[in-house]
């Protein structure tokens, strides 16, 4: 059974960090890409950073890049989001995915709240 398991959110002030991170079980590890995604209320779930299999590559929105380093860790099969210099505009529920073609996960989420 495949599980994907965000945590590491909550309450941070603006200019904060947190790093989330992300747990996955019954996948091979290497035969995924990672992703974060975040919904804020009321808005459309966006991505936030995706790193490439075997950590070929890494992509993030332009909203967060410098601020936002995603990382994996093929040893303890995990997915990892540093946040920086967090903004109140960062507040959303934080998702991870594991894409494949095919056979594309989705964790639960870890809510993320900044406040001024």
């Known amino acids: 059974e495949v599980q994907l398991q965000a945590s590491g959110g909550g309450l941070v002030q603006t200019g904060g960090s947190l790093r989330l991170s992300c747990a996955t079980s019954?996948?091979?590890?290497?035969?995924?890409?990672f992703a974060w995604f975040r919904q804020a209320p009321g808005k459309e779930r966006e991505g936030v950073a995706i790193i490439g299999i075997g950590d070929s590559s890494t992509y993030y929105r332009d909203s967060v890049e410098g601020r936002f380093t995603i990382s994996s860790d093929d040893a303890k099969n995990a997915v990892y989001l540093e946040m920086n210099n967090l903004k109140p505009e960062d507040t959303a529920v934080y998702y991870c995915?594991?894409?494949?073609?095919?056979?594309?996960?989705w964790g639960q989420g870890t809510q993320v709240t900044v406040s001024s």
């Open positions: 019954g996948l091979t590890f290497d035969d995924y890409s």
């Open positions: 995915k594991a894409l494949k073609y095919g056979n594309d996960y």
